[in-house]
């Protein structure tokens, strides 16, 4: 089973950060964050993963909390193309076998 | 990032037959390939785990003689949904890793059986 919990569903205007929060409060010292979405009728695509720090890419930041217990996807500038389900997912580095849980469905509004 | 594909995008087949589905990594070798179910609406059920050279490992309530896996090659995978029924009809998605990589997925098979 998923061991994140994440809202199902969020609205952002077109050009405004899109802020998605993921609660993964039983996660271990060694278990990752990993942030990947689903755009309609396609396979799932990498985003971002994280331990501790707050990470950056390309795509997006990743904010973890001190604790670690939850942290926030920014998607910086949403564009309608963001409009997908996102997932938020807690493994073991190394361990690929990742489970999904519901996700959520974000939307982007022009 | 790596590029993984499944061969074909969507299939519609009867009542009966079997289909098979390919899931190859394009430009890295895939120790490891994973095979996900997804239906209208839900998220991506886990059906099985499979390393080059040996038998898949499939989650509970995935029936191995229905849903063969085969992982011959360090770069190809297959799923064959034997028999398949209306209630098989569903996306079906690969994910590969390898050589430290992230999991990458292929962008799925839509299945259709009449």
């Known amino acids: 089973d998923a061991k994140t919990t994440q809202p199902p569903s969020m609205d952002c205007a077109e050009g405004r950060a899109a802020n998605l929060p993921c609660n993964h409060s039983t996660i271990s010292g060694n278990e990752y964050v990993y942030w990947y979405r689903q755009i309609h009728s396609q396979g799932p695509q990498y985003i971002i993963h994280?331990?501790?720090n707050n990470e950056t890419n390309e795509m997006a930041s990743l904010i973890i909390t001190e604790d670690r217990k939850s942290s926030t996807l920014i998607l910086p500038h949403a564009t309608l193309r963001d409009t997908a389900v996102y997932y938020c997912i807690q493994i073991n580095f190394g361990n690929e076998k990742l489970t999904f849980g519901t996700g959520t469905r974000l939307t982007i509004i022009p | 990032g790596a590029v993984v594909s499944q061969h074909p995008s969507w299939v519609i087949c009867k009542s009966g037959t079997s289909v098979k589905i390919e899931c190859r990594s394009l430009d890295f070798q895939a120790t490891t390939m994973f095979w996900y179910r997804q239906f209208p609406k839900q998220s991506l059920m886990l059906m099985a785990t499979?390393?080059?050279?040996?038998?898949?490992?499939?989650e509970q309530g995935v029936e191995k003689d229905k849903f063969l896996i085969n992982h011959a090659s360090l770069t190809l995978s297959t799923l064959t949904v034997t028999s398949a029924h209306p209630e098989d009809s569903s996306f079906y998605i690969c994910?590969?890793?390898?050589?430290?990589?992230?999991?990458?997925f292929g962008p799925g098979t839509r299945l259709t059986v009449t």
């Open positions: 994910s590969a890793t390898g050589q430290g990589l992230l999991p990458y």
């Open positions: 499979s390393n080059e050279g040996s038998k898949a490992t499939y």
């Open positions: 994280g331990l501790k």
